[in-house]
């Protein structure tokens, strides 16, 4: 069974005969308590009709896979610093694994996606703030300190030091476009307002052309590949291409340009991922689940 607990949703799925299958949604709860027993009532459910092999959780957070604790914050403050996985798999009866959703969604289009054929890709993951994924040979990388990956915390402005997730998150260019015409605009809205919004859609998409030229430039993937809800978005990529094809055109000393891709799988990233991540901790093959 795949759970990806997000700030303001679960999603729930399983994955047999080689495909992922969609099971249902909640909202997150409020609660502890309440989160065990939505994922226990899910699992339980779902062990009537198959035979289960485990749980597969895409959170967020910093989650150390060696204690299975999630380190740092999220929305969800009550899921922090303790040993939840061990918790779920008590509660649970059966094997559980945890990984982060950003790398859940790196290594889903690295195994099945967008990076299938590649050594090595980094995924960046646009949402309300920007969270990424650097993933070789299937494999994830997360750094001494867990923060492999976090690239909305790169400062693009100095001055103001401004981050990577403050310029490009749709959500926030959404509030200051929406603060500056006296009406509510959502992310998803802007992108459509593009003849009146062009400025906030120009930030989103220079400051990501920008990010992915010094993530080439700093760990050479072969691809990289953006997801999260503002891939879906047909404006996106073609502008985000432009600026950087731009920017070779003024000056041949710059480095290796970057392949860039739209994610294959968008929000079924993160549960293709967490499957791979099951198999990653417990030793068995797609083939086997």
């Known amino acids: 069974m795949t759970v990806d607990v997000g700030g303001t949703s679960i999603k729930f799925g399983y994955y047999a005969n080689h495909q992922l299958h969609r099971l249902t949604d909640c909202p997150t709860p409020a609660t502890l308590a309440d989160y065990y027993r939505v994922i226990a009532a899910q699992k339980d459910a779902l062990a009537g009709d198959f035979n289960l092999v485990g749980v597969a959780v895409s959170s967020p957070g910093a989650v150390n896979k060696k204690t299975g604790v999630i380190e740092g914050s999220s929305a969800i403050d009550y899921i922090h610093n303790f040993p939840i996985r061990q918790q779920l798999a008590q509660r649970l009866k059966t094997r559980v694994s945890l990984e982060n959703d ?3 969604a790196g290594l889903g289009e690295s195994f099945f996606g967008a990076g299938k054929d590649c050594h090595t890709i980094v995924a960046i993951v646009v949402g309300s703030g920007v969270g990424g994924a650097i ?25 103001s030091g401004a981050t990577l997730s403050h310029l490009v998150s749709p959500v926030a260019a959404a509030k200051a476009f929406s603060k500056k015409i006296g009406m509510p605009v959502t992310g998803k809205e802007l992108f459509a307002r ?13 400051y990501l052309a920008l990010a992915c030229y010094n993530l080439q430039n700093s760990f050479d993937p072969d691809r990289i590949i953006i997801g999260g809800a503002v891939s879906a978005n047909p ?6 291409k432009r600026h950087i094809a731009a920017w070779q055109e003024k000056n041949t000393d710059v480095g290796q340009c970057p392949e860039v891709v ?3 799988f968008h929000n079924q990233a993160n549960q293709l991922g967490a ?3 099951f198999c990653q901790s417990y030793g068995l093959t797609i083939g086997q689940i």
């Not at 994830?140 to 492999?148: A, E, I, M, T, W």
Request: glycine content about 8%; proline content about 4%; charged content about 20%.
């Open 235 to 240: 404006v996106l990529l073609p502008a985000v």
């Open 262 to 264: 739209i994610s294959k």
């Open 194 to 206: 593009a003849h009146d919004a062009q400025q906030f859609v120009d930030q989103i998409t220079t």
């Open 135 to 159: 993933v070789e040979d299937h494999r994830v990388r997360h750094g001494s300190h867990l923060f492999g990956g976090e690239f909305g915390y790169m400062i693009m402005r100095p001055t």
């Open 102 to 104: 950003a790398n859940c």
């Open 275 to 277: 499957v791979v991540d």
